[in-house]
């Protein structure tokens, strides 16, 4: 993680709030309670900033200097809502793709991802407020610029928005190795969200429960399982093809 990307100390994370700049996330010490934390948490704008409250180790290893109990970290981006990718999505193309990310942790998958789905016209990407990867110069760098191009939006949770899109019209295929339906067997040239889950869980059932279908990625080796971002990779230009 890049240090310009994080602003730590009271006072600069309260002015960052009350400023222009996109907080991505913010860091506040668990168990550590003051009037200007309670102040911190007032100047949240809840739709675009996740907060998670952390032990003090570490906001010592973010920061490495006098944290006073809270860090804020820089967003390069600034985020879009659910509601106006989709509405915008709708009304300019017959078949929309969306890209649903179930809290992929590593920036650099994240970054991948991100670069993928540009090149193949993802028109928009969802991830979950809390508990995936920040978006960071790291998160840029991993996509090369990408992230410029693509809008991202932040929803309280995947379920939400899972729910939105479905309500819209938008139909969801989760990428999974749970089922033994190939992405090469599905129709994808509808408008659809396909739902990427994270490095080690997956996607919940929970979640998977939810979506419209389920596809898997043919395995001929004795791996049974592929990094995310390529498996992502493989399932977005199943969609190109089929819609070329």
Not at 160 to 170: E, H, M, R, V
């Given at each position: 993680m890049k240090k310009e990307s994080i602003v730590f100390g009271i006072y600069p994370v309260l002015e960052a709030l009350k400023s222009d700049t996109t907080i991505g996330k913010v860091y506040i010490q668990k168990g550590l309670r003051s009037s200007k934390l309670d102040e911190i948490r007032s100047a949240i704008d809840f739709d675009t900033t996740s907060v998670n409250e952390v032990p003090v180790e570490k906001l010592d290893r973010l920061t490495k200097g006098n944290h006073q109990g809270v860090a804020a970290i820089i967003s390069p981006i600034t985020f879009s809502t659910i509601e106006e990718v989709v509405e915008k999505s709708l009304s300019s193309t017959k078949t929309p793709l969306f890209l649903l990310l179930d809290q992929i942790s590593d920036v650099r998958n994240f970054g991948a991802i991100i670069r993928t789905a540009e090149c193949t016209g993802v028109d928009a990407i969802i991830i979950q407020k809390k508990g995936g990867a920040p978006v960071t110069g790291d998160t840029v760098k991993a996509s090369a610029g990408a992230i410029f191009n693509v809008p991202i939006c932040k929803v309280d949770h995947i379920k939400?928005?899972?729910?939105?899109?479905?309500?819209?019209?938008?139909s969801t295929i989760a990428a999974t190795e749970k089922t033994a339906t190939s992405i090469y067997?599905?129709?994808l040239d509808a408008p659809i969200a396909i739902l990427m889950g994270s490095e080690g869980k997956g996607i919940s059932k929970s979640v998977l429960s939810l979506v419209d279908h389920q596809a898997s990625?043919?395995?001929l080796g004795e791996i049974n399982s592929l990094n995310v971002s390529v498996a992502c990779g493989a399932f977005l230009y199943e969609v190109v093809r089929q819609r070329a």
């Open positions: 939400d928005a899972i729910f939105y899109l479905q309500g819209s019209g938008i067997e599905q129709k990625l043919p395995l």
